[in-house]
């Protein structure tokens, strides 16, 4: 008999979990097999009747689709000597336990810990990284990574539908390959896990899969495929974050994504409601919008992207209603409802009432909180912050308990990876006696839209609440030669001093290559540079970089190439 995966609702894919039998095994009715995932959590795929497992087509960790065979199952093959494995597993309380002892035990291997653990190895640290899913964490496996991959596709679908503006025709109607735009994005990143998992093994780092919780502040335990009771003199709590829960009656139904089910879902709509104008909705919007889909926005903020500047906010509101993106601010979203034709209709409010959308998929993207399920910190004596919302840490990434750290979005300082890594790195130095410590004043953060955002250091926003002394320059890209030539003229530079000490003290970019011009601007602030200086440094010309140079000159005599 075949034994198949039952319906997906919403024609939304699973994901294979541990397989729990091999070929020639015997297996009893009700015997659980493997786990899917779903959006809706997991499904356990049981053994409808006894028998010999014949075929296993599928393997662990591969997407699975609704109706799909999974195993194929032999009674006539039944053999009195052939044992259940399944029937005969203990549970996990029931398991062998193994003591282990370590140096430095780190929970999580998202980009905090899994470079926390690479450091610490190449410093001379024996380390254990615990880790219940994927190396890489979020990030890598359904955040910044994958993402990435889906942007770069939508870009290259908007390039060919634009291709005539450079004297290239494109003869034949675009077709997007929503299927391959999905499996692209998983090559890059199980080559992207993979390669961390080699690192792993390359630095003689001890990697665990399975669910960490604290015994004590010493002790952790891990329930896996087998269980430890790790007692070590120095743990890092890196556990990261997770999708934030919204209460909005209808959000259950089939056709509502996360960011999550987003990165998985191979059929493109026509059109999709996107809840939320941070960053995660404003990077899918492009996303989808670039593909072809018709988008609706709603933010319950009087704008988009409130952690910018307001110039810099109005000018993506501006890109995305030139690119037909329609954007609702000033609107709260209170319900969402199945129509008969099973589409989506998101009713939401302002100030000139009630309003419905109907689209074909929603999707949720409010935000992350700090992920401390099932470590039952309390037993630790690990102090939370002030709100309860993450682990209270000081510069060196130190908690209330001398010997235990906490990195990353757990801690609700800053969400974003390369803030992780680096504070990994701050606390391995706490932890070798190193006085290194935290500072956040010239941290970049980007944001992937079209055109691309980012911005380091202070806003001007606040300067001006903080009452400093202080000048801004902007120069538009609509002056910059090379982004002429590519056709993305759109967008500006501000560079922001601080006229008392002439530093540079922050910086904002929207335009061409912004994601890669922010490392300069970075590297500025960090090292506390002045106008001249940057005026006195040679850029390459023809090259979008020159906005900076530009920008550094307006703070000054004023912009060369710019009335």
Not at 44 to 66: H, N
Not at 451 to 469: F, K, Q, T, W, Y
Not at 537 to 542: E, R, S
Request: glycine residues 8%; charged residues 25%; hydrophobic residues 40%.
């Amino acid at each position: 008999m075949e034994i198949k995966m039952s319906l997906i609702p919403g024609g939304k894919n699973g994901k294979a979990g541990k397989i729990n039998v091999k070929l020639g095994d015997k297996v009893s009715v009700g015997d659980i097999l493997v786990q899917v995932e779903t959006g809706k959590g997991n499904r356990p795929i049981k053994a409808a009747e006894e028998g010999i497992i014949t075929k296993i087509l599928f393997d662990e960790g591969s997407e699975i689709t609704s109706n799909q065979v999974l195993f194929k199952l032999d009674a006539n093959k039944l053999d009195s000597h052939t044992q259940s494995p399944v029937s005969q597993q203990t549970s996990s309380s029931e398991k062998e336990t193994n003591d282990l002892k370590s140096e430095l035990l780190i929970i999580g291997a998202g980009p905090g810990g899994y470079v926390a653990a690479i450091y610490a190895a190449k410093k001379g640290l024996q380390v254990t990284l615990i880790e219940k899913e994927e190396l890489g964490g979020t990030c890598l496996n359904v955040g910044c990574i994958p993402t990435k991959s889906l942007v770069k596709s939508s870009e290259i679908c908007h390039n060919v539908k634009n291709s005539s503006l450079f004297g290239i025709k494109a003869e034949t109607d675009i077709q997007v390959d929503m299927k391959q735009v999905i499996r692209r994005k998983d090559e890059v990143k199980e080559k992207l896990v993979s390669g961390i998992g080699y690192l792993m093994e390359k630095n003689e780092i001890q990697v665990i899969h399975g669910d960490a919780s604290f015994l004590s502040a010493n002790t952790v335990s891990v329930n896996g495929e087998k269980n430890y009771r790790i007692s070590a003199k120095n743990i890092i709590v890196a556990t990261g974050s997770k999708i934030a829960k919204v209460n909005i009656p209808g959000i259950d139904l089939p056709f509502v994504m996360n960011s999550t089910d987003a990165l998985s879902c191979a059929e493109l709509p026509k059109s999709i409601t996107i809840i939320g104008g941070g960053v995660i909705g404003m990077e899918f919007a492009f996303i989808y919008r670039n593909l072809g889909v018709e988008v609706h926005v709603v933010e319950f903020m009087d704008r988009l992207l409130t952690m910018l500047d307001r110039d810099i906010s109005e000018e993506i509101a501006h890109s995305a209603q030139q690119a037909g993106i329609h954007i609702h601010t000033n609107s709260k979203v209170s319900k969402i409802q199945r129509a008969d034709d099973d589409q989506a209709i998101v009713t939401y409010e302002d100030a000139k009432g009630e309003h419905l959308l109907v689209s074909d998929k929603v999707l949720v993207a409010i935000g992350r909180e700090p992920n401390l399920d099932g470590l039952e910190i309390e037993k630790s004596s690990i102090q939370l912050n002030e709100r309860g919302k993450g682990i209270a840490v000081n510069k060196q990434m130190r908690t209330n308990v001398e010997h235990i750290y906490a990195i990353g979005d757990v801690t609700n300082i800053m969400q974003l990876a390369h803030v992780a890594s680096h504070q990994g790195i701050t606390a391995i130095d706490a932890i070798l006696g190193e006085s290194s410590e935290m500072h956040y004043s010239a941290v970049p953060n980007v944001i992937f839209t079209s055109p691309e955002i980012a911005s380091v250091g202070l806003l001007e926003d606040e300067c001006r609440e903080r009452a400093m002394d202080y000048s801004v320059s902007k120069v538009s890209f609509a002056s910059n030669g090379k982004a002429l030539t590519m056709n993305e003229s759109e967008g500006f530079i501000k560079l922001i001093k601080d006229t008392r000490s002439q530093k540079i003290v922050g910086g904002s970019i929207i335009g061409p290559d912004a994601s890669s011009l922010i490392s300069s601007l970075t590297l500025a602030i960090a090292n506390e540079l002045t106008e001249q200086q940057i005026t006195q440094t040679i850029f390459a010309h023809p090259t979008t970089g020159e906005v900076i140079h530009e920008a550094a000159f307006g703070l000054g005599i004023g912009a060369l190439h710019q009335a």
